[in-house]
């Protein structure tokens, strides 16, 4: 499967963005389809996670502030983002996961300014 992120962009302090991550087929198979973010000379992180069962996680920095959800019919993923914060500077990419298979897509910039 290909994952295409989009969505992202240059955003002031308090501001919103919505990312999607598109996949090229059914994403009805996977078991967790993840958003993570790596800003200049960090390690990636974990953003926020849904799963098959429903559930859903955050990072700690993000709860309250960001929500994961998902279209099937659509084969998005979504990021919604508020209250965005200089600290969310980063690239964003998002993360299927299938049995112990990864798929990552390229990634979209997302700039907070102050």
């Known amino acids: 499967v290909q994952l295409v992120e989009s969505g992202g962009g240059l955003v002031q302090l308090g501001g919103s963005l919505r990312l999607s991550c598109a996949a090229s087929g059914s994403i009805l198979s996977f078991n967790t389809l993840s958003w993570y973010s790596q800003a200049p000379g960090k390690q990636r992180e974990l953003v926020a996670a849904?799963?098959?069962?429903?559930?859903?996680n955050y990072a700690a920095s993000v709860k309250g502030r960001f929500t994961i959800s998902r279209d099937n019919t659509k084969k998005v993923v979504y990021l919604q983002m508020n209250s965005l914060k200089p600290d969310d500077t980063a690239v964003y990419y998002c993360?299927?996961?299938?049995?112990?298979?990864?798929?990552w897509g390229q990634g979209t910039q997302v700039t907070v300014s102050v």
């Open positions: 993360n299927f996961e299938r049995g112990n298979r990864g798929f």
């Open positions: 849904t799963h098959s069962d429903g559930s859903t």
